[in-house]
């Protein structure tokens, strides 16, 4: 079966303690991205990394703190998390091919992936028959990834050890739904031992 991994938000302003954003505890799922990321890269399997892209003025910050500008260091990815072939897809219409590309960056500026123009065609391009996500936070970005892509019919494994939540309540009650409605639960090792 063909896996597409999704790599929701793992960015320098949400997984350490010095960024504008950052969820307590997120540094320690680094290990579990980069693992995922490598494994993911060393069995042909295409990597979707989510990344916020703000505006310095963007509508997002009247709800949460500014985070992920554009052109910052909190913006990034930590370089272990990206692959040397990589795509990005900015969040407005655009031509695309995937040619060699290991890894796409499709950037949003929305809690929901599915807000990118260009994810419609991407998964029609890249034909999985499964999808393998983790990222932050489990009951905002990486809840709206997991439920959408269920949506599509296609089975959908969440990495409960490469993922972190704000809320443990909220995060329980996020997983609950998300099995409930078909999601699977898994952890890195379960993942990369699929092969």
Not at 9 to 30: N, R
Not at 68 to 87: E, F, I, M, N, W
Not at 145 to 167: C, F
Request: with cysteine; aromatic share 6%.
């Amino acid at each position: 079966m063909k896996s597409v991994f999704f790599d929701i938000d793992t960015q320098i302003d949400f997984l350490f303690p010095a960024g504008a954003l950052y969820v307590p505890g997120a540094e320690k799922i680094v290990p579990s991205i980069v693992r995922l990321n490598r494994h993911a890269s060393s069995h042909a399997i295409t990597v979707v990394s989510t990344t916020c892209a703000h505006t310095e003025n963007d509508p997002e910050f009247r709800e949460w703190p500014a985070h992920c500008v554009v052109d910052t260091v909190g913006q990034r990815k930590p370089a272990a998390t990206l692959l040397d072939r990589r795509l990005v897809i900015p969040n407005k219409t655009v031509e695309f091919a995937l040619a060699d590309a290991q890894q796409v960056i499709l950037e949003k500026q929305a809690l929901d992936l599915f807000t990118n123009p260009n994810l419609s065609r991407l998964l029609e391009t890249l034909t999985a028959d499964q999808y393998v996500v983790y990222g932050v936070v489990t009951e905002y970005c990486v809840r709206c990834a997991a439920m959408g892509l269920l949506a599509t019919g296609k089975p959908v494994s969440l990495v409960t050890d490469a993922v972190e939540t704000l809320n443990k309540e909220d995060s329980s009650r996020m997983l609950r739904e998300f099995t409930s409605q078909g999601g699977l639960l898994a952890t890195a090792d379960e993942i990369c031992q699929r092969g």
